[in-house]
């Protein structure tokens, strides 16, 4: 391979983990932006709930991840779980009219704290061995 191949493939790598932070990061805000204005009435809540939900699992699907050990596999699957739970979370706002939804925004919400939290410190156990 020539150093120009390398350069364009590492470009779009770059491109895409800053395609992958934007997504994350707007999908947050319309999440949590949903979620809090839900209890008003809005209209729109459940579909910029669920619009941001869906970025936040697009992001985390297309989001790189070296598997080096099964916990950090295991931890993977549970990270996705709870981005599919977001999801399903935005999907019972609009089939459900009482507050089923929050139960699986919990679930997920739990998800999701515990592997951000769990995974940086598997990695590093990994790095170090």
């Known amino acids: 391979m020539t150093p120009h191949v390398n350069l364009q493939t590492l470009i779009l790598i ?3 983990q800053s395609l992958i932070t ?8 319309m999440t949590l932006t949903g979620a809090a204005v839900y209890i008003t009435g809005w209209a729109p809540a459940p579909y910029v709930y669920t619009l941001g939900a869906t970025l936040i699992a697009l992001a985390q699907f297309n989001s790189p991840f070296p598997t080096p050990t099964p916990s950090l596999r295991r931890l993977r699957r549970q990270q996705l779980l709870g981005a599919i739970l977001l999801v399903l979370a935005g999907a019972l706002m609009f089939l459900t009219q009482r507050n089923e939804w929050i139960v699986c925004l919990s679930i997920a919400a739990v998800l999701q704290l515990y592997t951000a939290l769990r995974i940086p410190q598997e ?7």
Not at 22 to 29: D, E, R
Not at 123 to 129: G, H, I, L, N, T
């Open 14 to 16: 770059m491109n895409k």
């Open 22 to 29: 934007a997504l994350f990061a707007v999908g947050t805000v």
């Open 123 to 129: 990695e590093e156990k990994a790095r170090r061995s």
